[in-house]
């Protein structure tokens, strides 16, 4: 994902990418240098997130799914009740439990 802190400009068409770089078949470093210019670690106003593959749930997470999914279930008029908002916080200690038993990843 691309962010940009300046005046939006407009879109790129993939398109429009593959014909800017000036090759048949352009390689990742050549779309990035139309993308971002060509020193891309200069003062630049673009950020490149980068997501990491999540982990396979485990037979046991799967199992867990099962039952804790019609309790959590049970929570949610109370959460939105008492909080105003339905879900946790992935950070947050309860958080983390319910990643673990179940693997939201």
């Known amino acids: ?11 790129w068409a993939r398109s429009e990418v593959l014909k800017a770089t000036g090759k048949e078949n352009p390689t990742a470093d050549d779309v990035l240098d139309v993308l971002m210019g060509r020193d891309q670690y200069s003062d630049t106003d673009y950020l490149v ?4 593959e999540p982990a396979a749930r485990t ?3 799967r199992f867990n799914f099962i039952w804790f999914m019609p309790l959590y279930l049970l ?3 109370f959460q939105w009740l008492i909080r105003g908002q339905v879900g946790v916080n992935r950070n947050s200690r309860m958080g983390r439990i319910f990643d673990a038993i179940v693997g939201f990843n």
């Open 1 to 11: 994902m691309l962010e940009k802190k300046k005046k939006f400009r407009g879109w």
């Open 49 to 52: 997130h980068r997501y990491d």
């Open 59 to 61: 037979m046991l997470q």
């Open 75 to 77: 929570t949610v008029p």
